[in-house]
């Protein structure tokens, strides 16, 4: 019996050397994402090592991550079937995109484009206002335009959040605004990873039917999704594990 794993990667799986736990040694950590260069850029811990093990052996693992396709490839984790750039593809068992999810998000992304780039020249207009040093674009996959992400260039997360606050009564209505550490990413209605979990969810249910589904995840936004499997699992000290568990304990 093999259950199915909705995870997210970045922060549940492994994480940036700055953000790695300062008990363990460096020489136990094993790097597992890469950057085009192929300098290592994320490591896991022996236990983050030990999950991704017992996962593999144990679960049809599902990645459920905002890294787009390319970054996901630069990951070393191994998949069945994968979500990526928070939703915005999924990819199949064989590693290609789904033909239908891309069709829907061909449409819903040729639709908004005008309202993705003037959110993104409101975003950098309010940076220079500001006077932060914030690098800001609509993030593509491909040719899908997909969501506006800014980042403080020398990780000041309180002059990154001053520029978003800023600029919320802009936000078209329905979009979301997700924020963790120096990450701000402002979502169109249709983008987010429950969207593509609910869409795929159903057909590894009829594949798998009595497999337990579990999602696991660190943020926020990992919430919703994880809200739509049978069981759910978040690493401590995590954003998510501060906004629930913590709060109750
Ligand atoms: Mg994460």
């Known amino acids: 019996m093999r259950a199915i794993a909705l995870v997210d990667l970045d922060d549940t799986l492994f994480q940036t050397l700055r953000k790695c736990p300062p008990d363990v040694p460096a020489e136990r950590l094993i790097p597992l994402g890469f950057a085009k260069d192929g300098e290592p850029l994320s490591y896991a811990t022996p236990r983050q090592q030990s999950l991704i093990a017992w996962l593999s052996e144990t679960a049809w693992l599902v990645p459920v991550t905002a890294r787009s396709r390319d970054a996901l490839m630069r990951a070393h984790v191994p ?16 590693g290609e995109p789904d033909a239908e999810w891309h069709a829907h998000a061909e449409a819903q992304s040729a639709a908004l484009q005008p309202e993705l780039d003037a959110l ?10 500001q006077g932060a040093a914030l690098r800001v674009r609509v993030l593509n996959e ?26 919320l009564g802009e936000v078209p209505p329905g979009w979301t605004v997700h924020r963790n550490g120096n990450n701000a990413a402002l979502m169109p209605p249709w983008l987010g990873k429950q969207h593509a979990v609910a869409f795929l969810l159903p057909r590894l249910r009829a ?7 579990i999602g696991i995840g660190d943020s926020l936004t990992d919430a919703p999704y994880m809200g739509l499997c049978d069981f759910a699992m978040m690493p401590k000290g995590s954003q998510l594990a501060h906004a629930t568990l913590d709060r109750l304990a």
């Open 142 to 167: 491909g040719k899908l335009g997909l969501y506006v992400l800014a980042k403080h260039e020398e990780t000041d997360e309180d002059a990154l959040h001053a520029v978003i606050d800023a600029v």
């Open 79 to 94: 998949f069945t079937a994968a979500i990526c750039a928070h939703g915005g593809v999924i990819l199949g068992e064989d």
């Open 120 to 129: 993104c020249d409101r975003v950098i207009a309010e940076a220079v206002r």
């Open 207 to 213: 594949a798998y039917p009595d497999a337990p589904v």
